[in-house]
Structures are given as structure tokens and as C-alpha cells.
């Protein structure tokens, strides 16, 4: 069983398009993340949600919106997409919200390639 | 801004030599945690160390956490072939922001 799952593993698309993501946790968190990781490894965070709320929006460009119909869920559109939108993005869970220390748990990502 | 640059960015050892790599962070924080991935997978969590606390280990882990240099390393003692992945370090702020700021990773390549 895996404990963060996210669909599709890999997203192709061209420029302008619109596309989901999507994100299961079967952990019992009360906290999702959405991280972006570009082409240099570099894992940027852009949203978290603790119990359907979301907490953080980390001066992402609002044609990226996340959606959490339950504390289990949390998936992620984004609309006329751009070439520098290609990356992998990651979901994350954890117990608590930062401060906790609750270990992240990571599903195995997106990769989205924008043409 | 970015929270954690860590060095060496790439590493390669060869199988039973031990590997040791840095992060450094900028502000106070409430616990650091470091976090191995694989390639083309998401990142797994190795161990976390508070802010109050100086070492750790876990196994063939060994965690040292300075909160005056504002650092952090993590030893892998005896390394093996399937090590070879990238580490992160992962921080949380003091200002309780809820999230966790990563590094930029150490690649290391451990030879057989």
C-alpha cells in the first residue's frame, strides 16, 4: 500500500494547456504539501494545507491552484501552462504542520514536461 | 529565500569509506531533518535532530547539529553501493510558518 500516491507519474503537454495533478495520503495526515523540483535538484515548497485549509502560498503564480476536498486529498491545476512549469512536483503529508518535527512523507512524483 | 545550501554538491566514494556532508541554514530554527533520494523517486526520510540537541545517530547515521554556525552533517559510516543517492537537509523556521525549507543536496555516488 502506498502511503502518498500521486497520478500521473508523467505529464507531457504543450504550452497553454491546462492539466491536474493528483494526491492521495492513506497516513491519516492532517498536513499536504505540493513541492516543485527543477532540473537542478532544487525542492521549492508552494502550497501546504493542514486539515483542507491551506497555510502556506509561497508566491506561487495563481495559475497553479490547489485543491483539498479532504484531509486526504490534495490535488493541484494548473492553467496555460509555460515551458518553465517542467519539473517534477512532488506531495508530501506529514502529522503535523512544521514546528514538530513530523517527518515528511513524499509520493514519488510528477514529471511534467511542458512543449 | 532559500534556507539550506549543503557541500559538497556531488561526492564519490568508494564502497566502505565513510561520507560526510554539510548543510548550513540561515535562521533559528525549531529542528532539522535529513532526507535521501533515489533516483527517480521522492525523498524518504533518514532522521530528524532538534534544535536542543547536539548528535544523533541512527544506525550507520551520525547527525551533529550546531546552532551557533547555524550547520548541521551527516556521517554515513561504511558506505554501500545502494547509498548512492542525493541528500537533503530539511528545516523549519522558528516563526512557525509551517514548512520545511530544503537544502540543495549532496549527490553521492558510492563505488563498488
Known amino acids: 500500500d502506498t502511503a502518498v500516491s500521486q497520478t500521473p507519474k508523467y505529464l507531457v503537454t504543450q504550452m497553454g494547456n491546462d492539466k491536474s495533478i493528483k494526491c492521495e495520503q492513506n497516513l491519516g495526515h492532517d498536513t499536504m504539501y505540493w513541492y516543485k523540483q527543477d532540473s537542478k535538484k532544487f525542492l521549492k515548497i508552494m502550497f501546504s494545507y493542514n486539515n483542507k485549509e491551506l497555510i502556506i502560498n509561497e508566491t506561487v503564480p495563481n495559475r497553479f491552484s490547489p485543491k483539498s476536498p479532504d484531509k486526504a486529498h490534495l490535488n493541484l491545476h494548473i492553467n496555460s501552462l509555460e515551458l518553465g512549469d517542467s519539473a517534477v512536483y512532488f506531495c508530501?503529508?506529514?502529522?503535523?504542520?512544521?514546528?514538530?518535527?513530523?517527518?515528511?512523507?513524499f509520493g514519488n512524483g510528477t514529471r511534467l514536461t511542458v512543449t | 529565500s532559500q534556507q539550506g545550501e549543503e557541500d559538497p554538491q556531488a561526492l564519490s566514494i568508494q564502497e566502505g569509506e565513510n561520507a560526510t556532508m554539510n548543510c548550513s541554514y540561515k535562521t533559528s530554527i525549531n529542528n532539522l531533518q535529513w532526507y535521501r533520494q533515489n533516483s527517480g523517486r521522492g525523498l524518504v526520510h533518514l532522521i530528524l535532530?532538534?534544535?536542543?540537541?547536539r548528535e544523533k545517530h541512527s544506525g550507520r547515521l551520525r547527525v551533529t547539529l550546531d546552532t551557533s554556525k547555524k550547520s548541521s552533517s551527516l556521517l554515513i559510516t561504511a558506505s554501500r553501493a545502494a547509498d548512492t543517492a542525493s541528500y537533503f537537509c530539511a528545516t523549519d523556521a522558528t516563526s512557525g510558518t509551517y514548512k520545511y525549507i530544503f537544502g540543495t543536496g549532496t549527490r553521492l555516488k558510492v563505488l563498488a
Open positions: 535532530i532538534r534544535s536542543n540537541e
Open positions: 508530501a503529508s506529514s502529522q503535523d504542520a512544521g514546528g514538530m518535527g513530523s517527518p515528511l512523507h
